[in-house]
């Protein structure tokens, strides 16, 4: 079973700022990496994944990987008061299984 | 619009009453899935269901049992519930890896 941690647990940035947020997995066999995004009351919802190391772009946001390091992080650029919300960060060793951290609150100050 | 729809809501239980969480999609995925969200634990596997009659245990199978006997519909059954399992119940289904969530049961176990 993966140990899936991520820091920091909560987080607070003006609009505008530029965010990092963290996670560490045990499992170097570990095949996909997932950033998921939930609202205040809502569902989960899957933000951006990333298969092999080094980096990906979308829009404002950017997650690095690194398998050697065992770690994953997903960065916001110009964070706006609507990026409010736990991000979930979550390990895929195989197609069917997902681990999840614990998440960051993220809280975006207008 | 991928969609996964979950029944009831909220639901209040005293102790010892069995419980029934209903979910369904409209997409024909395979892969269902439950999950329970604790405050700081994340998203917690309960039971995985990899087509109708084949479901394997999750991380926290104690207490749960599932029900899948159609491909778009997945049930959750608490035999006797207990106040441990006052949770958020999420359900979700996937495709290609990406999991995609119904909004949520919030159950309270008296």
């Known amino acids: 079973q993966q140990n899936v941690q991520q820091s920091p647990e909560s987080l607070i940035v003006p609009e505008g700022a530029r965010t990092s947020l963290n996670c560490t997995f045990s499992?170097?066999?570990?095949?996909y990496f997932w950033w998921y995004r939930q609202h205040s009351g809502k569902a989960p919802k899957a933000l951006m994944s990333i298969f092999s190391n080094g980096e990906k772009e979308e829009g404002r946001f950017t997650i690095h990987l690194n398998k050697a390091s065992l770690h994953f992080s997903l960065h916001i650029r110009d964070s706006q008061p609507s990026d409010s919300a736990l991000y979930l960060c979550?390990?895929?060793?195989?197609?069917?299984?997902?681990?999840f951290g614990s998440g960051t609150k993220l809280t975006v100050e207008p | 619009d991928m969609k996964v729809t979950q029944m009831p809501r909220y639901l209040i239980k005293r102790m010892g009453e069995n419980v029934l969480l209903e979910c369904g999609q409209d997409m024909s995925h395979e892969t269902m899935y439950w999950y329970r969200q604790d405050p700081g634990l994340g998203l917690q596997l309960i039971y995985i269901s990899y087509d109708v009659d084949s479901n394997s245990e999750g991380d926290i199978p104690k207490g749960y049992r599932v029900s899948r006997k159609k491909r778009e519909h997945f049930s959750l059954i608490l035999d006797s519930a207990k106040t441990n399992q006052t949770s958020v119940y999420f359900c979700?289904?996937?495709?290609?890896?990406?999991?995609?969530f119904g909004p949520g049961t919030r159950l309270t176990v008296l």
């Open positions: 979550a390990v895929m060793p195989n197609y069917n299984v997902l681990y």
């Open positions: 499992d170097s066999a570990s095949q």
């Open positions: 979700a289904s996937s495709l290609q890896g990406e999991q995609y």
